[in-house]
C-alpha cells in the first residue's frame, strides 16, 4: 500500500528539476538572442545618429551656398537697376537737351 | 547501487576536465568580447573621424563659395565701369573721352584686382558676358586640400567594421550557451553529465570556429589584415 503513494513524491522532484532546467536554457539562450539584438540595435542606432549629423553638415553647406548665391544675384540685380536707372535718366536729359536746342550738351 | 559503485571513482576527474574546459571557455568568451570591443571602438573610430572629415570638406567649400562670390561681385562691378570706360571714350566729347581713358589707367587696375582670375581669365568668360563662376568654384576645390578628403570611404570601413562586430557577437552568444551546457553538465551526473558535456563542446567548437571565419572574411573585405 505504501509504495503507490511513494513513487511520486520521489519523482515529482526530478521532474520540476527538468523543468527548471529547461527554463533555464530556454532564458539563456532567449538572453544571449536578446543581447545580440541589442547590439545590432545599437549598430543601427548608431549608424542613424551619424547620418543624421552628416547630413545636417550638408544641410548647413548647402544652407550658406545659398545665401551666398542669393546675396550675390541680388546684388548683381541691384547694381542692374541702379545703371539702367542712371541710364534712363541720362537719356531723358539728353533729350530735354537737344529739345530746349542745346545739342552739344545733348 | 551501481551508480553509487562507479561515480566515487571517475566524478573527481570528469569534475576536473569540465572545470579545466570551463576556464578554457571562459577565457576565450573574455578574448571574443575583447575582440569584439575592440572592433566596436575601431567602427566608432571611423565614424567620428569621417564626420570630422565631412565638417573640413564643407568648411573648405563654404570657404570657395564665398571667395568665389566675393570675386563675382568684384567682377560685375569691373565689368560695369569697364564698360562705361569705354562708353566714354568711345564718346565724341573730348572731356568724356579724357574722363574715359583717366577711368581706364587708374580706376579699373584697382577693381580689377579684387575680381581676379574671374574678371581676367577668359576660361571664365560666358559668351553672354557673363562669368562662369560654376567654373571657378571646381577649380578652387579642384585645388584645396581639404576637397580631396573623402568621409565616406571612412563611413563605409566604419560600417564594415560595424557589421563585423554584429557577427562576432553572434560568435560570443554561442561560447555563453556553450558556457551554460558545460556549467550544468558540472551539476549533474553520470550519462547527463557526458550529453551536456557534449553539447557544451558542440558549441564551444562552432563559437572558436566562427570567430576566426569572421575575422578572416572581413579581413579580406577591408582589403588586408586588421
Known amino acids: 500500500m505504501s509504495d503507490p503513494v511513494s513513487t511520486p513524491t520521489l519523482r515529482s522532484p526530478e521532474r520540476w528539476k527538468t523543468a527548471a532546467l529547461v527554463l533555464t536554457i530556454a532564458t539563456t539562450v532567449f538572453a544571449s538572442i536578446l543581447a545580440a539584438l541589442q547590439t545590432d ?18 544641410g548647413t553647406g548647402e544652407l550658406q551656398r545659398a545665401g551666398l548665391a542669393a546675396n550675390y544675384e541680388i546684388t548683381v540685380l541691384g547694381e542692374l537697376f541702379k545703371h539702367s536707372q542712371v541710364g534712363t535718366v541720362f537719356e531723358l536729359t539728353a ?12 | 547501487m551501481k551508480y553509487a559503485d562507479a561515480e566515487p571513482a571517475g566524478q573527481p576527474r570528469r569534475e576536473l576536465a569540465t572545470a579545466n574546459v570551463i576556464a578554457i571557455v571562459s577565457l576565450t568568451t573574455a578574448l571574443a568580447v575583447w575582440w569584439t570591443s575592440i572592433i566596436a571602438s575601431s567602427a566608432a573610430d571611423l565614424s567620428r ?35 562705361e570706360a569705354e562708353a ?11 574722363r574715359g581713358e583717366n577711368l581706364k589707367a587708374y ?6 584686382l579684387p575680381a581676379a582670375p ?8 560666358l559668351p553672354s558676358g557673363a562669368y562662369d563662376i560654376a567654373e571657378r568654384i571646381e577649380d578652387l576645390q579642384a585645388g584645396s586640400d581639404l576637397a580631396a578628403l573623402d568621409p565616406e570611404a571612412s563611413f563605409a570601413r566604419g560600417d564594415r567594421m560595424a557589421s563585423q562586430q554584429r557577427w562576432l557577437v553572434v560568435g560570443s552568444v554561442l561560447l555563453a550557451i556553450s558556457l551554460f551546457w558545460l556549467a550544468v553538465a558540472q551539476i549533474t551526473h553520470a550519462r547527463r553529465r557526458a550529453l551536456t558535456f557534449v553539447v557544451g563542446l558542440a558549441f564551444f567548437g562552432a563559437g572558436v570556429s566562427w570567430l576566426p571565419v569572421i575575422g578572416a572574411v572581413y579581413a579580406l573585405l577591408n582589403g588586408g589584415a586588421q
Do not use: C, M
Not at chain 1, 540595435?41 to 550638408?58: E, G, K, M, P
Open chain 2, 118 to 125: 574671374l574678371a581676367t581669365d577668359p576660361v571664365y568668360a
Open chain 1, 95 to 106: 533729350l530735354e537737351q537737344e529739345s530746349r536746342g542745346e545739342d552739344r550738351l545733348a
Open chain 2, 88 to 98: 566714354l571714350v568711345s564718346s565724341a566729347d573730348p572731356a568724356a573721352q579724357a
Open chain 2, 49 to 83: 573621424h569621417g564626420l570630422i572629415d565631412a565638417i573640413k570638406v564643407q568648411a573648405g567649400a563654404s570657404e570657395d563659395w564665398r571667395k568665389a562670390y566675393e570675386e563675382a561681385a568684384s567682377a560685375a562691378r569691373f565689368s560695369a565701369y569697364a564698360a
Open chain 1, 41 to 58: 540595435a545599437d549598430i543601427r542606432a548608431s549608424t542613424a545618429n551619424r547620418d543624421s549629423q552628416f547630413l545636417a553638415v550638408l
Open chain 2, 107 to 112: 580706376l579699373l587696375p584697382n577693381l580689377q
